[in-house]
Antibody, heavy 117, light 107 residues
């Protein structure tokens, strides 16, 4: 069974950084692109970005709203994906979901990030 | 930036057919995906690559596309289908985008 567990969410001040982790199991991690999707309280889904598999260079794409501030990485030896978030803004407050594939076919439970002074 | 447009709400009676649309300029060249999110729950994929249904999704869910519009159809909607539905696709440089979501009411 596919499992995705996101962690690392916290209350942080604007301008600070935070790193989220996504621990996975139940599938061959290195064979799949991984994405992050967020959902602000009471709002819709917002695609954050994704990382390709190593065979496709492990390159990344990001939504315009986070490009230059957020970085997605992966450790295929540990089956973990990461989301490094810098220069956080209050608008980044959301539940962050770790998902499998660029067009998600499996979702973790999400971790809450609150950006507030 | 690229956008996908959905109606904010759709309402049907139990047993009726619900249709939720998603419009986007790149849809003729890009697949559409549909997700169901019930209140307080994680989204679930119900349709992928325009019209394919995951094995665990009931047959009453189907997807179609024509030109710049994709459609999710729920034939014989049940009260348990009440949820928010989101379409998803990609732009021409492989960035993902979700539609704004449609609240389906079945009553």
């Amino acid at each position: 069974e596919v499992h995705l567990v996101a962690s690392g969410g916290d209350l942080v001040q604007p301008g600070r950084s935070l790193r989220l982790s996504c621990i996975t199991s139940g599938f061959t991690f290195g064979d799949y692109a991984m994405s992050w999707v967020r959902q602000a309280p009471g709002k819709g889904l917002h695609w954050v970005g994704f990382i390709r598999v190593k065979a496709y260079g492990g390159t990344t794409e990001y939504a315009a709203s986070v490009n230059g501030r957020f970085t997605i990485s992966r450790d295929d030896s540990k089956n973990i994906a990461y989301l490094q978030m810098n220069s956080l803004k209050t608008d980044d407050t959301a539940i962050y979901y770790c998902t499998r594939k660029m067009a998600p076919d499996a979702w973790g439970q999400g971790t809450l990030v609150t950006v507030s002074s | 930036s690229y956008e996908l447009t959905q109606p904010p709400s759709v309402s049907v009676s139990p047993g009726q057919t619900a249709k939720i649309t998603c419009s986007g300029d790149a849809l003729p060249k890009r697949y559409a995906y549909w997700y169901q999110q019930k209140s307080g729950q994680v989204p679930v994929l119900v349709i992928y690559e325009d019209n394919k249904r995951p094995s665990e999704i009931p047959e009453r869910f189907s997807g179609s596309g024509s030109g710049t519009m994709a459609t999710l159809t729920i034939s014989g909607a049940l009260v348990e289908d009440e949820a928010d539905y989101y379409c998803f696709s990609t732009d021409t440089v492989s960035r993902g985008v979700f539609g704004g979501g449609t609240k389906l009411t079945v009553l």
